[in-house]
């Protein structure tokens, strides 16, 4: 089982649409989660980070930590073409405080 | 607002050079990283150093080594490029603790011949 495993797409919605991005992790002791957007051939950026369980809004995005299901979302309401990109889930592992990178989900939002 | 520049945006060595690249960050990070990034197998970290002349292995270290004398400035150093060390270097900074944000350059594309 990969540390942090990331579906990695395309995930295609329509404008306007609510993109939903998945990232679960093994490591039950993980402490802080981030979400980067990479644009193809740019650097990644953060987006968010979350370090408690719940939601964290920021603006269109949404991030959704579950520590007892282990896993982290990003939601993206109201989808421009501009939002398509491919977005990557990092995780402190907390026990061994080792960055664990996800491969990322490439997102295609269509006009 | 941050900025993290890297001395190169595309580099062409042969098989065998000794290939230095660098970074360079002006937020007075404690971090700085040095990745790598290929399709299909994600960012994968080379070294990472938290102080001036401290360093540790991350993932991939095989091949590489790195030198920060100051603070600022992170290298990474190919002793021998080889093929299968094309690709994209990313350097990265950030505040102490793993838990903090990290800041992108904007990459160098290497290619060994």
Redesign the interface.
């Known amino acids: 089982q990969k540390e942090v495993e990331q579906n990695s797409g395309p995930l295609s919605v329509p404008e306007g649409a609510i993109a939903s991005l998945n990232c679960t992790y093994s490591d039950r002791g993980s402490?802080?989660f981030?979400w980067y957007r990479q644009y193809s051939g740019?650097?990644?950026?953060?987006i968010m980070?979350i370090?408690s369980n719940g939601d964290k809004e920021d603006g269109r995005f949404t991030a959704q930590l579950n520590k007892a299901s282990q896993y982290v979302s990003l939601l993206i309401r109201d989808s421009q073409p501009s939002d398509s990109a491919t977005y990557?889930c990092?995780v402190?592992a907390g026990n061994n405080?080792?960055?664990i990178?996800?491969?990322?989900t490439s997102l295609a939002v269509n006009p | 607002d941050v900025k993290v520049t890297q001395s190169s945006r595309y580099l062409v060595k042969r098989t065998g050079e000794k290939v230095f690249l660098e970074c360079v960050q002006d937020m007075d990070h404690e971090n700085m990283f040095w990745y790598r990034q290929d399709p299909?197998?994600?960012?994968?970290?080379i070294y990472f150093s938290y102080d001036v002349k401290m360093k540790e292995k991350g993932d991939i270290p095989e091949g590489y080594s790195v030198s920060r004398e100051k603070k600022e400035r992170f290298s990474l150093i190919l002793e021998s490029a080889s093929t299968n060390q094309t690709s994209m270097y990313?350097c990265a900074s950030s505040l102490r603790g793993?838990?903090e944000?990290?800041?992108?350059?904007?990459?160098t594309r290497l290619l060994v011949l």
């Open positions: 402490q802080s981030f740019k650097s990644p950026e953060l980070f370090y990557l990092l402190n405080r080792k960055l990178w996800g491969l990322g | 299909g197998l994600g960012l994968r970290l990313l793993l838990e944000t990290q800041y992108f350059g904007p990459g």
